[in-house]
């Protein structure tokens, strides 16, 4: 007779990024499985920066027989390229978050599907006016997200000004002065930070509220601190708030219908798991 170790439930897929060991992603997806009754784990995979690396990581990882992968910080452009195919939105974000492995990998982008449920959840139809602080690979996807619930009439604030005009060119947007950002808040519907200001360790965002539109929606993909000082302030004026764990739930949500093959449902019981969590490390 064997050892009496616990057979470990076999890897379905996992998460790919540098760094990902503080993911909570795991939680996520093993909660689901979990509730599903299946056998089956997902895993943190550190992959160094770098294409060279992440393409021979995938490579292993296919041919150990993973159902497919989350991709994060800094490797989601690298998906996109590693993939023999893509969905439309993962082409149009020019990034993926997603990769699922088959015959042949297709790359996907759930984080713009995500933050839109993840508005959704705070009202059906948003009103049309967005200010979008930020002009990275994370305000691409909100964008795109954005236009998706028909929220038409975007502008776009960046500290660097090129970058935001870029976005603005690329996707019918308007461009506003970064030192002008206040302005724009007393025609918002809903303003959305996608900077890293205001992250644990990050410089604070400055921005006062004061003439942000009535009912407007605030929302931070920030989720570490949970409640950034802009959400806090948000809340505190009595604006409805979207936070980041709301935004990586229901990303996360295609990834486990694919590669798991069960129901996930986005609850308060799977956020407070993950809360939990945060405030295990601190984090709220
Ligand atoms: P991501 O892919 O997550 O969007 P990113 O491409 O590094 O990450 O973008 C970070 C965003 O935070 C950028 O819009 C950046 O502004 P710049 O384009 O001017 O760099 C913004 N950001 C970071 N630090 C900032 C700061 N101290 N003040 C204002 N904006 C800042």
Known sequence: ??????????????????????????LIHGEWARRAGIDGSYIRIPVEPGYEDFARAMDDLKSQGLKG????????????????AASEAAAKAGAANMLTF???????????????????????????????????????????ALQSLGVDGISIANRTKEKAEALAEAFGLAAIDWDRREDALATTDLLVNTTSLGMTGEPPLELSLESLRLGAIVADIVYSPLETKLLKWAKAKGHKTVDGLAMLMHQAVPGFKAWFGGDAVVDEALRAILVAELKKRGRL
Do not use: C
Request: no cysteine; aromatic share 4%.
């Open 69 to 84: 992968v989350n991709v994060t910080i800094p490797h989601k452009e690298h998906a996109l390229r590693y993939a023999d």
């Open 1 to 26: 007779m064997a050892g009496d170790e616990t057979p470990q439930a076999p890897v379905v897929a996992g998460v790919v990024g540098w760094p990902v060991g503080h993911s909570l992603s795991p």
């Open 102 to 144: 088959g015959t042949e990998t297709r790359a996907e982008n759930s984080d713009i599907a995500g933050f839109a449920a993840a508005v959704r959840e705070q009202a059906d139809a948003p009103g049309p006016y967005a200010l979008v602080l930020g002009a990275g690979g994370a305000a691409r996807g909100v964008i795109l």
